[in-house]
């Protein structure tokens, strides 16, 4: 629950208890009906004095103006506008989080977000400031801004405030509580504090020159950080999804899209209490499913809120729904309780079910940690074959219609299917693998698919599962594994289940396929027995199998080490924003950092998704995936230079994917197997490279002395710029002697200029620093 401080001031100081709106209620229909009127009672000036409160460590002051109050619904007002003059005062308990706040906003000096502003449409489930106000009477008008701000959260957030709202009202203990102010500096910003999410504070902008939304901050409330201000992320559902039992009708061909079905869906949803008292249940559902009905084991129907976002406006296609499906139950339900659900929807899909929102998911938290049974019933034209997840139990045909039911006993974090129209199928025989089947369509003459290529795709992922079984020391399942090839470019993994883009089948750039072929293998680990606790430690499943699949071609491609290094080269360029590798296979020049002021802005690995800003709206990918990667190559050049070989750097990877086999680790686990297997205190590393965003600039020179005995001194100096007093760094050094002789050494980077002594042997033929790009930075010669 959130903490509302009182404050001694001047003015009229609000001495909270919790609001009604965390009381048990059970909203109907027509209370989200009330609350989308946003009807207004008539202004009224503040009280003398104006009004102060605290939301943890938020603190608001409206100091003089007017304001109107939305007509209540369930004993609470949910919602004012406010004109006048106000202020919110932040500090940043977060060092991390303030951080990247300087960076986003250009101050170095911040401390507190500080923000003036004149207008305030505010929506919330009780609270201050309206729970010291007058209760207004039923009733009034609408107000221009109000409903225009709630415009744009439609259409740039695809939000349904009201339903969320709503949510909150349904939910015991519950808080939602949105207040977006217009400041004279940076517009409209909107802060929130929803009890649902793992992260319950943040604040947000829109950059309205990139038509992008950028997070500015996001914390934990008080009693859940850490004494240095970190989030814990802890999540609390509601419920817990037990098994889901999908029966899909796939014989309709899409009208507007021939490589599309249109989908009719019926999916039950067998799940248990884990709050008490809960009347209103949140799911996350595609934003193009339209809902027919919602009803419960008995067949009754349920009243349910998904508000239809494209009816709405006209910048979005009218197919588009609110993510956000709010089931209404009768009456509250009590923790423990087991409840089944059917939801019957249509769905635009592809010939394959991608992610996770093509059935209901838990919100906020819920998500991939839901692990899952599942039964698909599934009918198709007779002229295709289907290929899903789990066992086929049962297979019929029905006039000119072919059903299969596919069971899955073990729990998975989600479930998919592939459809061909003329499948060719083949087993993989690869000792010491799982049984392996790889599919694809050669019934498409516009695919170019064949039964050769098709079967290169099959060895591939048998050479790539056969490779980190043995890398990892951690064997997969002995179930029945599939590769199946989908119209697309793009790859996701599910468990013992890959979509492997068909597109890349007909490439034949070496090393670039067999990259990601074993990336998408690698998820196996790196995502499905090793998952990751939140957003901000997602790069733990993409970094990692970017590594592992780079590892792969290093290990087993012809040419293996050179390619090796191409992509690291290549992947450096990407993240400083450098195009001088976009020929490269493994060049990406759509997802570099190219903008200047893009790369003072851009937020850390840690931050996840939200690391993305207006310039550089494909940080996540860049980031997440492209600098994952390099932070491990760093790791590992580092382990080896202090340990003399790779050994350490494999022990870590097997530590941490044994120790964390079935769990969602934090990126503070990983540095806990960091530790345990090269002992030393490693959280200047992970503080640089995984919740930091800089990257230094090394400036150098060298000059070749006499030293005793016929030897050498190598006198190096490096100039460090671009990155904070005390950033420090391990950085290589090589020399050359002569032909296929060569010295390696390494300098501890921690100062803004400093020179170094190393001996040599003999004088070296050439010194380079930083040799291939081991370290992420950008070098010169001074």
Same mark, same amino acid.
């Given at each position: 629950?959130?903490?509302?401080?009182?404050?001694?001031?001047?003015?009229?100081?609000?001495?909270?208890?919790?609001?009604?709106?965390?009381?048990?209620?059970?909203?109907?229909?027509?209370?989200?009906?009330?609350?989308?009127?946003?009807?207004?009672?008539?202004?009224?000036?503040?009280?003398?004095?104006?009004?102060?409160?605290?939301?943890?460590?938020?603190?608001?002051?409206?100091?003089?103006?007017?304001?109107?109050?939305?007509?209540?619904? =369930?004993?609470?007002?949910?919602?004012?506008?406010?004109?006048?003059?106000?202020?919110?005062?932040?500090?940043?308990?977060?060092?991390?989080?303030?951080?990247?706040?300087?960076?986003?906003?250009?101050?170095?000096?911040? $401390? @507190?977000?500080?923000?003036?502003?004149?207008?305030?449409?505010?929506?919330?489930?009780?609270?201050?400031?309206?729970?010291?106000?007058?209760?207004?009477?039923?009733?009034?008008?609408?107000?221009?801004?109000?409903?225009?701000?709630?415009?744009?959260?439609?259409?740039?957030?695809?939000?349904?405030?009201?339903?969320?709202?709503?949510?909150?009202?349904?939910?015991?203990?519950?808080?939602?509580?949105?207040? $977006?102010?217009?400041?004279?500096?940076?517009?409209?910003?909107?802060?929130? #504090?929803?009890?649902?999410?793992?992260?319950?504070?943040?604040?947000?902008?829109?950059?309205?020159?990139?038509?992008?939304?950028?997070?500015?901050?996001?914390?934990?409330?008080?009693?859940?950080?850490?004494?240095?201000?970190?989030?814990? @992320?802890?999540?609390?559902?509601? #419920? $817990?999804?037990?098994?889901?039992?999908?029966?899909?009708?796939?014989?309709?061909?899409?009208?507007?899209?021939?490589?599309?079905?249109?989908?009719?869906?019926?999916?039950?949803? $067998?799940?248990?209490?884990?709050?008490?008292?809960?009347?209103?249940?949140?799911?996350?559902?595609?934003?193009?499913?339209?809902?027919?009905?919602?009803?419960?084991?008995?067949?009754?129907?349920?009243?349910?809120?998904?508000?239809?976002?494209?009816?709405?406006?006209?910048?979005?296609?009218?197919?588009?729904?609110?993510?956000?499906?709010?089931?209404?139950?009768?009456?509250?339900?009590?923790?423990?309780?087991? =409840?089944?659900?059917?939801?019957?929807?249509?769905?635009?899909?592809?010939?394959?079910?991608?992610?996770?929102?093509?059935?209901?998911?838990?919100?906020?938290?819920?998500?991939?940690?839901? @692990?899952?049974?599942?039964?698909?019933?599934?009918?198709?034209?007779?002229?295709?074959?289907?290929?899903?997840?789990?066992?086929?139990?049962?297979?019929?045909?029905?006039?000119?219609?072919?059903?299969?039911?596919?069971?899955?006993?073990?729990?998975?974090?989600?479930?998919?299917?592939?459809?061909?129209?003329?499948?060719?199928?083949?087993?993989?025989?690869?000792?010491?693998?799982?049984?392996?089947?790889?599919?694809?369509?050669?019934?498409?003459?516009?695919?170019?698919?064949?039964?050769?290529?098709?079967?290169?795709?099959?060895?591939?992922?048998?050479?790539?599962?056969?490779?980190?079984?043995?890398?990892?020391?951690?064997?997969?399942?002995?179930?029945?594994?599939?590769?199946?090839?989908?119209?697309?470019?793009?790859?996701?993994?599910?468990?013992?289940?890959?979509?492997?883009?068909?597109?890349?089948?007909?490439?034949?750039?070496?090393?670039?396929?067999?990259?990601?072929?074993?990336?998408?293998?690698?998820?196996? /680990?790196?995502?499905?027995?090793?998952?990751?606790?939140? #957003?901000?430690?997602?790069?733990?499943?993409?970094?990692?199998?970017? #590594?592992?699949?780079?590892?792969?071609?290093?290990?087993?491609?012809?040419?293996?080490?050179?390619?090796?290094?191409?992509?690291?080269?290549?992947?450096?360029?990407?993240?400083?924003?450098?195009?001088?590798?976009?020929?490269?296979?493994?060049?990406?020049?759509?997802?570099?950092?190219?903008?200047?002021?893009?790369?003072?802005?851009?937020?850390?690995?840690?931050?996840?998704?939200?690391?993305?800003?207006?310039?550089?709206?494909?940080?996540?990918?860049?980031?997440?995936?492209?600098?994952?990667?390099?932070?491990?190559?760093?790791?590992?050049?580092?382990?080896?230079?202090?340990?003399?070989?790779?050994?350490?750097?494999?022990?870590?990877?097997?530590?941490?994917?044994?120790?964390?086999?079935?769990?969602?680790?934090?990126?503070?686990?990983?540095?806990?197997?960091?530790?345990?297997?090269?002992?030393?205190? /490693?959280?200047?590393?992970?503080?640089?490279?995984?919740?930091?965003?800089?990257?230094?600039?090394?400036?150098?020179?060298?000059?070749?002395?006499?030293?005793?005995?016929?030897?050498?001194?190598?006198?190096?100096?490096?100039?460090?710029?671009?990155?904070?007093?005390?950033?420090?760094?391990?950085?290589?050094?090589?020399?050359?002697?002569?032909?296929?002789?060569?010295?390696?050494?390494?300098?501890?980077?921690?100062?803004?200029?400093?020179?170094?002594?190393?001996?040599?042997?003999?004088?070296?033929?050439?010194?380079?620093?930083?040799?291939?790009?081991?370290?992420?930075?950008?070098?010169?010669?001074?």
């Amino acid at each position: 629950m959130p903490r509302f401080t009182p404050l001694v001031r001047g003015c009229l100081t609000l001495i909270l208890a919790l609001p009604a709106a965390l009381a048990a209620q059970t909203p109907t229909r027509a209370d989200y009906d009330r609350l989308a009127a946003h009807r207004l009672a008539a202004p009224t000036a503040l009280p003398d004095g104006g009004l102060d409160w605290q939301i943890d460590v938020a603190h608001w002051t409206l100091a003089s103006g007017a304001l109107r109050q939305q007509e209540p619904v =369930l004993g609470v007002v949910p919602g004012l506008w406010f004109e006048g003059r106000g202020h919110l005062e932040m500090p940043i308990p977060d060092e991390v989080e303030r951080r990247q706040l300087r960076r986003l906003l250009e101050e170095p000096d911040l $401390d @507190s977000l500080v923000l003036d502003f004149d207008r305030m449409v505010l929506r919330s489930s009780g609270g201050p400031p309206m729970s010291r106000l007058p209760l207004p009477s039923a009733g009034g008008t609408t107000e221009s801004t109000f409903e225009s701000r709630h415009e744009h959260y439609f259409e740039i957030l695809q939000l349904d405030v009201d339903s969320r709202v709503l949510a909150a009202l349904g939910q015991p203990g519950a808080f939602f509580w949105q207040a $977006d102010i217009h400041t004279a500096e940076h517009d409209w910003v909107t802060f929130t #504090y929803d009890s649902q999410r793992p992260e319950e504070i943040s604040v947000e902008r829109f950059d309205g020159a990139h038509a992008f939304l950028e997070s500015w901050l996001a914390l934990d409330r008080a009693p859940d950080r850490t004494p240095s201000g970190r989030p814990t @992320s802890l999540v609390a559902p509601l #419920y $817990d999804i037990r098994h889901v039992d999908i029966r899909a009708d796939l014989t309709k061909v899409s009208r507007k899209f021939s490589s599309a079905i249109d989908g009719g869906f019926r999916t039950r949803i $067998d799940l248990g209490m884990v709050a008490d008292g809960v009347s209103i249940l949140p799911f996350l559902l595609h934003p193009l499913a339209e809902v027919a009905a919602v009803t419960d084991q008995a067949g009754a129907p349920l009243d349910f809120i998904r508000d239809h976002i494209g009816a709405r406006t006209t910048a979005f296609s009218k197919d588009l729904y609110d993510t956000s499906l709010l089931v209404l139950l009768p009456a509250p339900v009590a923790r423990g309780t087991s =409840l089944s659900l059917e939801v019957e929807y249509q769905l635009r899909v592809p010939k394959y079910a991608a992610g996770r929102a093509w059935y209901p998911m838990g919100r906020d938290g819920g998500g991939l940690h839901d @692990s899952h049974t599942a039964r698909l019933e599934l009918v198709t034209d007779d002229r295709y074959d289907l290929q899903a997840m789990g066992a086929l139990v049962e297979e019929r045909e029905a006039d000119d219609h072919k059903v299969t039911v596919w069971a899955v006993a073990q729990p998975v974090k989600m479930v998919t299917f592939t459809m061909q129209k003329d499948l060719y199928a083949e087993d993989v025989e690869h000792e010491g693998i799982p049984p392996l089947t790889v599919a694809g369509d050669i019934g498409d003459p516009d695919s170019g698919l064949n039964e050769e290529r098709i079967s290169l795709v099959g060895v591939d992922t048998a050479n790539a599962i056969d490779y980190l079984q043995q890398l990892l020391a951690m064997p997969l399942p002995d179930t029945h594994f599939y590769a199946v090839l989908i119209p697309s470019s793009h790859g996701q993994a599910f468990e013992g289940f890959l979509h492997l883009g068909g597109f890349t089948a007909l490439l034949d750039t070496p090393a670039a396929v067999e990259r990601f072929r074993a990336h998408e293998a690698a998820h196996q /680990w790196w995502g499905h027995i090793v998952g990751w606790n939140g #957003y901000r430690d997602q790069w733990l499943s993409e970094g990692f199998a970017e #590594y592992m699949a780079l590892m792969f071609v290093h290990d087993t491609v012809d040419n293996g080490p050179k390619i090796f290094q191409e992509a690291i080269t290549a992947y450096s360029n990407e993240v400083q924003g450098s195009i001088k590798t976009a020929f490269s296979r493994f060049a990406r020049p759509g997802l570099a950092l190219l903008t200047a002021r893009g790369a003072e802005r851009v937020g850390p690995i840690g931050h996840g998704w939200r690391a993305a800003i207006g310039e550089t709206p494909t940080a996540y990918q860049t980031l997440t995936y492209t600098k994952g990667a390099l932070v491990l190559h760093m790791l590992r050049t580092m382990t080896s230079q202090m340990t003399g070989s790779d050994d350490a750097f494999v022990a870590i990877l097997r530590d941490f994917v044994k120790t964390n086999a079935g769990g969602d680790p934090t990126t503070e686990d990983f540095r806990a197997a960091v530790e345990r297997q090269v002992p030393a205190d /490693w959280s200047w590393f992970f503080d640089q490279w995984v919740f930091g965003a800089e990257i230094p600039t090394y400036a150098w020179d060298y000059e070749i002395v006499p030293g005793a005995a016929g030897s050498s001194i190598l006198r190096l100096t490096v100039e460090q710029r671009g990155v904070s007093p005390g950033f420090r760094m391990l950085v290589p050094v090589e020399v050359e002697f002569g032909k296929n002789e060569t010295g390696k050494l390494a300098v501890f980077v921690d100062q803004p200029l400093e020179t170094f002594e190393l001996e040599l042997p003999k004088r070296p033929r050439k010194v380079i620093f930083n040799p291939g790009d081991a370290v992420l930075a950008s070098v010169k010669k001074r």
